[in-house]
């Protein structure tokens, strides 16, 4: 069996919530372990001040010591590494483009806003929810039933190819392959800048920021995160932007759109790691008109999971999976190529 730990080495775990609060308005200042032994069934004290020291109380979606003193309207929530125990997958009839499916996998190509796996914030619309309305009986990757089939997945801006486990031992073979870092990933981005040179290597762990914890930061001492390479080269320069090839060797959360900004080449119109404002280019009004109408053609990062090649579980030889550009990033790439073109006339 996949346990967690195998599953937490191919990509960082989301948080998800098990208890969320409102504080009542005539409540007077108390300290939160005190307020939370009261409002949470079966719950110690020890209990409540170790779950503060691992940061998984969060007033206001800020973590807080066990000696925060609760305001009237304070958000508690409390936050973990697994799903709840009694949480269900209900199936919902969503479109899926499915590019290939036989016994043992399903690969899929998903769409750009669509989130991979219920989890905090987002219980319901996710690729699990259509999954499980595409075929009822899925095996799991872990005991709590969240992410049934699943052995990787991609961010929810992202667009692109997933592949996902149809059998308990297709999961087994599979986790095996992302564990042991032989799948075959290619991802397509758009990012600010140009290169010096044609191709490189990012080296850096990667791990939640010390400093927000919604998004990761490059260690590249390796004091803290997780081992992380990430290949890159250039298919196309259009002057202020270029379009990249990124092959990973591991698979960590927003392991591109942190390594692209660690070496100062945020992913175009990334909003979480600061590619949505204008990085190189003029002054002129002209040209800042010209990015907000880019912004406007693809409202998200500028990243699709391109390409995926997997030892198939059933047949044991090599298969590879290849997708289209998504029409907003073809036509962001159209629009670029011009301006490139007109620049140099």
């Not at 052995?151 to 997933?162: A, F, M, Q």
């Not at 002129?284 to 998200?300: E, L």
């Not at 590879?320 to 790439?333: A, G, R, T, V």
Request: glycine share 6%; hydrophobic share 35%.
């Amino acid at each position: 069996m996949t346990t967690e730990n195998e599953i937490s080495e191919q990509d960082d775990q989301e948080l998800y919530e098990h208890h969320r609060f409102v504080v009542d308005k005539g409540q007077s200042p108390l300290r939160i372990d005190k307020w939370l032994m009261n409002h949470v069934q079966n719950a110690s004290r020890n209990k409540i001040q170790n779950a503060a020291v691992a940061e998984s109380i969060l007033v206001n979606e800020k973590p807080v010591k066990s000696n925060y003193k609760v305001k009237p309207g304070d958000v508690i929530s409390i936050v973990m590494a697994h799903p709840p125990r009694d949480t269900e997958v209900y199936p919902e009839d969503i479109p899926l483009n499915i590019l290939h499916e036989d016994h043992e996998v399903i690969v899929v190509n998903k769409e750009a806003g669509m989130v991979v796996h219920p989890g905090h914030g987002n219980y319901t619309g996710t690729l699990v929810n259509a999954l499980v309305h595409h075929f009822q009986h899925l095996p799991t990757a872990s005991e709590h039933g969240m992410r049934p089939g699943l052995v990787h997945r991609i961010d929810k801006n992202t667009s692109g190819l997933l592949v996902i486990a149809k059998t308990e031992l297709a999961m087994m073979m599979l986790a095996k392959e992302f564990f042991e870092h032989t799948i075959e990933r290619t991802y397509q981005a758009l990012v600010w800048g140009d290169f010096k040179e044609d191709s490189g290597t990012i080296e850096g762990n990667i791990g939640r920021s010390l400093k927000d914890r919604t998004v990761m930061d490059v260690f590249p001492n390796g004091e803290y995160g997780k081992e992380a390479i990430t290949h890159y080269k250039v298919i196309e320069r259009f002057g202020y932007v270029t379009l990249i090839e990124c092959k990973l060797e591991t698979g960590r959360t927003h392991q591109i759109r942190a390594h692209m900004k660690f070496i100062g080449h945020p992913l175009f119109n990334d909003a979480t790691y600061g590619g949505d404002k204008i990085l190189k280019g003029t002054t002129f009004s002209k040209y800042r008109q010209y990015i907000d109408n880019c912004f406007k053609i693809m409202p998200r990062q500028a990243l699709h999971a391109k390409s995926l090649g997997f030892i198939h579980p059933g047949t044991k030889k090599k298969v590879f999976f290849e997708s289209e550009l998504p029409e907003d990033f073809k036509l962001l790439i159209e629009k670029w190529r011009a301006y490139a073109v007109n620049v140099n006339q």
